[in-house]
């Protein structure tokens, strides 16, 4: 009888920059070099944080944070106005690099992107020396760092390349995907929010090892159809292939409450903050979206979309803002409270790129 043969397991790399645009921004003008700096907002208090540098991050600053919050926790806190043209362009020469290895590239945004280099161009044949000559290239050439994550599936790499950022390099092998996600705790699965994390916690499930004690049954009882999709995760089965082609259709963002809200001023705060994240999004990906749509599920979970269109494409925080809001305001509620809230926009043209403006305090505030 012969030997069956060996499993053959994908080689996976997740690649991402290390404060993308904050890094550049550092690296083409010596003059914000070890400062705590921000891309996006501005010092009038308008508009949000797109990137923060490791400097602003020590002090708790993070994208998607409004200016005056960033501001809150530094002081010293500079702005500068995103150039996103030259964003754009070092992506591309990033990506350059990546074509030396393999053809199979799923970008996820600017800054980060799947590799599959099961098969790569120069038959290295180690996953782990591939990513290592990646993030060297990216440094020697184009004076930026990166982490990178290696694994055999998408979700461990893209788990792995966050572990020691920045200028990370972390390799999780077949042998030791079990172990990695038995120790890793339930919010960094995917598709578990603040909510679910809460609910898992008092369910007394804080790791993966303490999700896999649950048959499919009763994750799908407690937590819905997502149960199918948590039985397969926290057993490492991920089969999701590197896609070379992504479109994005749809981008935005949602939260399931605590507790439902019960009157129009919880929900328009609830909206801003949730139109903060989707904002931020589109920024991210330099996209803009005729279609405005919001999202909500009241507390005996039946559903309701609606949504209005723009003859033009449009992604500022303000119109974002006023849309849902006006239309949440045309909702008849019948004495109906709300447990979720989501806003999405769709309907995209093509990517934006915008030109370089004055950096100049009037400028900064109209970038919101």
Known sequence: ??????????????????????????????????????????????????????????????????SRKAMQLCPDIVFVYPRFEVYKAVSAKIREIFYRYTDLIEPLSLDEAYLDVTEDKLQIGSALEIAAQIKKAIKDELNLTASAGISINKFVAKIASDINKPDGLTFIGP?????????????????????????????????????????????????????????????????REVQTHRETKSL????TFQYDLENLEEMYKELDRIAVTVHNRLVKKQLKGRTVTLKIKFSDFTQITR?????NPVGDLDTII??????????????????????SLSNFGEPEIRSRKPRDPEQLELFT
């Open 1 to 66: 009888m012969s030997a069956p043969a060996p499993v053959k397991f994908r080689k996976i790399i997740h690649i991402d920059m290390d404060a993308f645009y904050a890094s550049v921004e550092q690296r083409d003008f010596p003059e914000y070099r070890g400062k705590p700096l921000a891309v996006g907002g501005s010092p009038s208090g308008r508009g949000v944080v797109a990137t923060a540098s490791y400097e602003a991050r020590k002090f708790g600053v993070r994208s998607a944070m409004s």
């Open 175 to 239: 042998s030791k995907v079990e172990n990695f996600i038995n120790n890793l705790p339930v919010e960094k699965f995917f598709g578990v929010g603040k909510v679910t994390a809460e609910k898992m916690k008092n369910m007394q499930l804080f790791t993966g090892a303490d999700l896999k004690k649950l048959t499919e049954d009763e994750l799908v009882k407690h937590f819905g159809k997502t149960g199918h999709f948590y039985y397969k995760i926290v057993r490492g089965m991920d089969d």
């Open 252 to 255: 935005g963002a949602e939260d």
């Open 307 to 311: 949504n209005h269109s723009f003859n």
């Open 322 to 343: 006023e849309t849902v809001r006006q239309l949440l305001e045309k909702v008849n509620f019948e004495e109906k409270t709300v447990r979720l809230l989501g806003i």
